[in-house]
């Protein structure tokens, strides 16, 4: 087994859930042997030397989105004003953050693992549906970056090698490029039905094989600046477990925080889990 592909694996959901059910992980213990060799480590201190050394030889993706649920998330707003979704699909592309609160600000990820040829492409995709939009980066990338979108709307911001945020150009708005149908496709059923109806009084009744482009030809005559704002009131309300349970998640340990924000435990596994962290 690659030895960063290891790393890698003990910072996810499996590993959780073996925790979880079995009060152990092979691929924590795996991992424990390979860089710590140490016995007498409690999982929770396995869990925070294993995160060190992901900081400081191999920040992957992971470690990008933990630090700005950490820093940005966490650190500068809260989870009752500011949502964060990962993983979603805007155009072509799939969008690694998007930070939710007033405004929305999409966060492209590039790591020093990772080049820059898709960049223009997914930036354009963004566009498409959010006005703001965030480069964050490596060090290693920071010359052709700041080359290619400095003085543009583009934000760039990078993780120094000290893992602190630094922000280099903010984020402008620019809704040149908003466009109905890349925001209609993102919405769900329901989520379309209540943009529409805060700009109709009354929408057509029709079968649910119509539905669809019939709505989008209401939504398509709303101003795209108006549904941009309404697309993130809907946005905001789609993942409130965490915000339910805010004081478990609060215990959540540094390193796991991204882990468990988009995928949230229910209260006693919060307790659970709490209890396990504590076991070697």
Known sequence: MDELNLLNRVFSHKTLSELLSNGESKILEQATKRYLGTDGLDSQEKFAQ?????????????????????????????????????????????????????????????????????LEGQLSDYYQVFDRVMIITDESHLEKVWERYRGSSVGISIISKRNTIRCLQEAKRNSTYLEHRAM??????????????????????????????????????????????????????????????????????????????????KKEEYVKLAAVMKEG
Not at 234 to 239: F, H, Q, S, Y
Not at 256 to 264: E, I, N, R
């Open 50 to 118: 294993l995160y060190s050394i992901l900081s400081k030889h191999y920040r992957n993706e992971y470690f990008y989105k933990n630090t700005l649920i950490n820093k940005v998330l966490l650190g500068k707003h809260s989870l009752n004003t500011t949502t964060a979704l990962s993983e979603i699909w805007l155009n072509r592309s799939k969008a690694d953050l998007i930070l939710l609160n007033r405004q929305a600000v999409v966060y492209e990820i590039k790591t020093e693992l990772d080049n820059l040829e898709r």
């Open 184 to 265: 209609y496709k993102i919405l769900r059923k329901e989520e379309r039905r209540r943009v529409l109806e805060r700009f109709y009084p009354e929408l057509p009744q029709v079968d649910q094989f119509a539905e669809f482009e019939c709505y989008y030809e209401l939504f398509a005559k709303i101003p795209c600046e108006s549904l941009n704002q309404q697309l993130i009131v809907e946005l905001k309300k789609r993942d409130q477990k965490v915000i339910q349970n805010q004081s478990e998640f609060s215990k959540v340990p540094t390193e796991l925080k991204a882990l468990l924000y988009f995928k949230p435990l």
